[in-house]
T-cell receptor
Framework: EPEVTQTPSHQVTQMGQEVILRCVPI?????FYWYRQILGQKVEFLVS????????KSEIFDDQFSVERPDGSNFTLKIRSTKLEDSAMYFC???????????????FGPGTRLLVL | AQKVTQAQTEISVVEKEDVTLDCVYE???????LFWYKQPPSGELVFLIR??????QNEISGRYSWNFQKSTSSFNFTITASQVVDSAVYFC????????????FGQGTTLQVKP
């Protein structure tokens, strides 16, 4: 069964460093998302991406964040200068569509646990 | 504004008991989608069910069942004859009619099933 994969599973970095989190969405999916979950809290939407551009971003997704689909398979989240409060689990998700079609479901990757020291 | 409320923070049951997880949502959209995801201790998010706002039929899948009631804006999830493997955090989520696909999650309910 196709699944979303994410690398690395864990990342430890120093405050101020840049990190890139990588995701490989399900191959026939066209819509990609990043969410984050601070330990013990709910899952929060960061950004949605379609047709090589951002569809929507949350207030959390400020100028230090960026997303990219550098090739036909990878989808990345870059944090330019990490802060302590960026420590969280970051989930990538993909869906076949996001309109009123039948394939609305977002499938999530296993997450990358980011720890900023 | 859209919002999902899971008022039960933690529930603890003994194996084989039935348990219902509550979810109440708020949205002004006439078309929307509701989801339940399971987050086991390993941390991943596992999709359980999707329901659209036009379909109020309840659904049963094995020991799982879902009760969607638009009149009370609720989408509750029942596990029958709970098992230890059901221990996890369960999230209810809402997606509105916009085309960006953004999911709004509730706070989650931690379910502990004791042997």
């Amino acid at each position: 069964e196709p699944e979303v994969t994410q690398t690395p599973s864990h990342q430890v970095t120093q405050m101020g460093q840049e990190v890139i989190l990588r995701c490989v969405p399900i191959s026939n999916h066209l819509y990609f998302y990043w969410y984050r979950q601070i330990l013990g809290q709910k899952v929060e939407f960061l950004v949605s991406f379609y047709n090589n551009e951002i569809s929507e971003k949350s207030e959390i997704f400020d100028d230090q964040f960026s997303v990219e689909r550098p090739d036909g398979s990878n989808f990345t989240l870059k944090i330019r200068s990490t802060k302590l409060e960026d420590s969280a689990m970051y989930f990538c998700a993909s869906s076949e569509s996001s309109g009123r079609g039948l394939q609305e479901t977002q499938y999530f990757g296993p997450g990358t646990r980011l720890l900023v020291l | 504004a859209q919002k999902v409320t899971q008022a039960q923070t933690e529930i603890s049951v003994v194996e084989k008991e039935d348990v219902t997880l509550d979810c109440v949502y708020e949205t002004r959209d006439t078309t929307y989608y509701l989801f339940w995801y399971k987050q086991p201790p390993s941390g991943e998010l596992v999709f359980l069910i999707r329901r659209n706002s036009f379909d109020e039929q309840n659904e049963i899948s094995g020991r799982y069942s879902w009760n969607f009631q638009k009149s009370t804006s609720s989408f509750n999830f029942t596990i029958t004859a709970s098992q230890v493997v059901d221990s996890a955090v369960y999230f209810c989520a809402l997606r509105g009619s916009g085309n960006t696909g953004k999911l709004i999650f509730g706070q989650g309910t931690t379910l502990q099933v004791k042997p």
